[in-house]
């Protein structure tokens, strides 16, 4: 059994995975190697396009996290390959680090971190806001969008969601117009899947729909925002502050690096030593079930 990891992966992963065969690691040449294997496990980074499959013998495409957005899913069907993911490997650790990103752009944290690496001490500069009774809007109310809500209401959020048709749970209000839903969010989270309907959901006109002083964090795909909208109601005033974790273009060097109120973060959802063992174990168990190990 031949396996190609394309990705950067976690030793742990890896080595995990080289037990079900011979493993070839982020090879120079991936066309090449895939000509007579049997698996493709990726990441993010990868694109796993029609010209990069073509002529392989690959039964199955293994995605080491939720989304499939980066493979070509009608090509893979064309050649009777199987796209395989680990949606809920990850799921506690992006919902944690929204939190994380929530508190931190909320109260300043970063920018006073970097005020007082400065040799600076301007209190007067940094006066946050409370998370406790804020209304948060989740845009993807799936694994990780219910995961979110659960930890913010725990912390006395309000829970908005738009995503129709509704998963109903209690203490979250379902709200299948996207105008009325962005203008009752004072902290508007996206977890949806890329599709043409989510792609720059976040835009000139919806940002013009939001409370003054929203907070945009996006842990989703960086495709989902339109980098120019967002930067241009950061600078006016519109959008308070922003945490972004994912990008359309990866690693980021785009504007958003030159505002104070945007914190940036280089993809680190599932980057915790808990959910790469969960994604190592998920991404075997459903190899080897495919496989026939």
């Known amino acids: 059994m031949k396996i190609v990891i394309a990705d950067e992966m976690e030793k742990e992963v890896v080595s995990k ?20 294997a049997d698996a493709l496990v990726v990441r993010s980074a990868t694109k796993v396009t029609r010209e990069v499959i073509m002529g392989s013998r ?11 957005d980066n493979i070509d899913q009608e090509a893979c069907k064309k050649q009777g390959i199987k796209i395989l993911n680990t949606p809920g490997a990850s799921t506690n650790a992006v919902a944690e680090l929204v939190v994380g990103l929530m508190i931190g752009a909320l109260r300043n944290i970063q920018k006073a971190h970097h ?39 725990a912390l006395g959020m309000k829970i908005v969601a738009y995503n129709p048709p509704p998963r109903h749970e209690d203490g ?16 508007i989270t996206l977890h949806a899947a890329l599709t043409p309907e989510t792609k720059n959901i976040i835009n000139n006109q919806t940002i013009a729909k939001m409370k003054n002083g929203v907070v945009i964090i996006n842990t989703a795909r960086g495709e989902m925002v339109d980098e120019n909208a967002l930067y241009d109601a950061i600078k006016s ?15 980021y060097k785009g504007k958003l690096v030159d505002l104070e109120n945007v914190y940036l973060s280089p993809h680190l959802g599932a980057s915790t030593k808990e959910a790469q063992e969960r994604i190592g174990e998920e991404l075997v168990a459903v190899l080897k079930k495919e496989l026939g190990k």
């Open 17 to 36: 995975i080289a037990e079900l065969g011979t493993i070839i690691y982020k090879p120079s040449d991936l066309k090449k190697e895939l000509l007579d």
């Open 172 to 187: 979250v209000k379902y709200i299948d117009d996207l105008p009325t839903f962005l203008n009752e969010a004072d902290v």
């Open 58 to 68: 690959i039964k199955i495409v293994a995605r080491a996290g939720v989304g499939v």
């Open 115 to 153: 005020q007082m690496k400065g040799s600076k001490w301007e209190k007067k500069s940094l006066l946050g806001r409370e998370i406790d009774g804020k209304t948060l809007g989740i845009i993807g109310y799936g694994r990780i969008g219910a995961s979110v809500a659960k930890k913010a209401s």
């Open 237 to 251: 005033g519109k959008v308070s502050s922003a945490a972004i974790d994912v990008y359309r273009e990866e690693p």
